[in-house]
């Protein structure tokens, strides 16, 4: 089995920032694909941003500029260094990581966060 715990949440005006880390721990053979999806009210969950083992970045519009990814893979976990929050960016923050070569497909907790105007 395979846990991911994810921590960084919280409250924070608008144009400040936050870092969010999602570490794993179990049964894990190579980690692939570490990404960072959201879940705003009322909306459908989103990939806001992923890196694969390569570190090879992918962002959605609306954060790049802002948002950073990052993974140390000797601790087995993923980052996502977040500025100049928007009120937009409110959501619930789920990380997730895809192993190899099982294909394991694996979901955080998620985090709150809330960013006031």
């Known amino acids: 089995q395979v846990q991911l715990v994810e921590s960084g949440g919280g409250l924070v005006q608008a144009g400040g920032s936050l870092r969010l880390s999602c570490a794993a721990s179990g049964t894990i053979t190579v980690i692939n694909v570490m990404g960072w999806y959201r879940q705003a009210p009322g909306k459908q969950r989103e990939l806001v941003a992923s890196?694969?083992?390569?570190?090879?970045?992918n962002y959605v519009d609306s954060v790049k500029g802002r948002f950073t990814i990052s993974r140390d893979n000797a601790k087995n976990t993923v980052y996502l260094q977040m500025n100049s929050l928007k009120p937009e960016d409110t959501g619930v923050y789920y990380c997730?990581?895809?192993?190899?070569?099982?294909?394991?497909?694996?979901w955080g907790q998620g985090a709150q966060v809330t960013v006031s105007s």
């Open positions: 997730n990581i895809q192993t190899w070569p099982s294909g394991g497909n694996y």
């Open positions: 890196i694969t083992s390569r570190e090879d970045t």
